[in-house]
């Protein structure tokens, strides 16, 4: 089954630094997210984002992020300048449709702050 | 965020027999209900789904059960293997979240050899 991959698996940062976490989405999925878990935490949305542009974005993802399909492969989520409460693992998920149910979830980076 | 509310952390059962993963919502405007499974290291991976407009929803050994007037939602697993020993997540679309999932807080289910 294609799979969604992520790069790299653990990212560690100091506080105040700009971080960029990379996703190679499904090949021929239209439809691309990111969510994240802090540990201990539930599964949350961040932003979903079609056609080159930001289609839906969830109250946590602030001024700080951004997100970006640099080319016809990659997928990114940029923390300008990250916080202390930033570090968790961070999820990049791809779906066929905006309407499509079902997203297939990579693998996940840890960001850890310190 | 309690839209979606797991309220058992841990599960354990023996194999064979029957696991039963619950899962409670209170946004009424949820239409869409999906079961994902996440071993360590791994990302969440889809198992089941259900529309709002059913009651049942059956793949192989997992089913998932929609009581709408209770909002709450079941997930069967029969007969459990050792190898479901994962967290499950229960999570929800809403009609008018767009394609945002609202997850659970997840259960981690152990089966026992």
């Known amino acids: 089954e294609p799979e969604v991959t992520q790069t790299p698996s653990h990212q560690v940062t100091q506080m105040g630094q700009e971080v960029i976490l990379r996703c190679v989405p499904i090949s021929n999925h239209l439809y691309f997210y990111w969510y994240r878990q802090i540990l201990g935490q539930k599964v949350e949305f961040l932003v979903s984002f079609y056609n080159n542009e930001i289609s839906e974005k969830s109250e946590i993802f602030d001024d700080q992020f951004s997100v970006e399909r640099p080319d016809g492969s990659n997928f990114t989520l940029k923390i300008r300048s990250t916080k202390l409460e930033d570090s968790a693992m961070y999820f990049c998920?791809?779906?066929?449709?905006?309407?499509?149910?079902?997203?297939?979830f990579g693998p996940g980076t840890r960001l850890t702050v310190l | 965020d309690q839209q979606v509310k797991q309220n058992s952390p841990s599960l354990s059962v023996q194999e064979g027999r029957i696991s039963i993963l619950n899962c409670d919502y209170t946004?009424?405007?949820?239409?869409?209900f999906l079961w994902y499974k996440k071993y360590p290291a791994e990302g969440p991976t889809f198992l089941i789904s259900?529309?709002?407009?059913?009651d049942k929803n059956e793949d192989g050994r997992f089913t998932v059960f929609l009581n709408k007037s209770a909002k709450h939602l079941s997930l069967h697993i029969v007969p459990s293997q050792p190898g479901d020993s994962a967290v499950y997540f229960c999570?929800?679309?809403?009609?008018?979240?767009?394609?945002?999932?609202?997850f659970g807080e997840g259960t981690q289910l152990t089966v026992n050899p």
């Open positions: 259900i529309s709002s407009i059913k």
């Open positions: 999570a929800a679309r809403g009609e008018t979240s767009g394609s945002r999932l609202t």
């Open positions: 998920a791809s779906s066929a449709g905006g309407t499509t149910v079902r997203k297939f």
């Open positions: 946004n009424s405007m949820f239409d869409y």
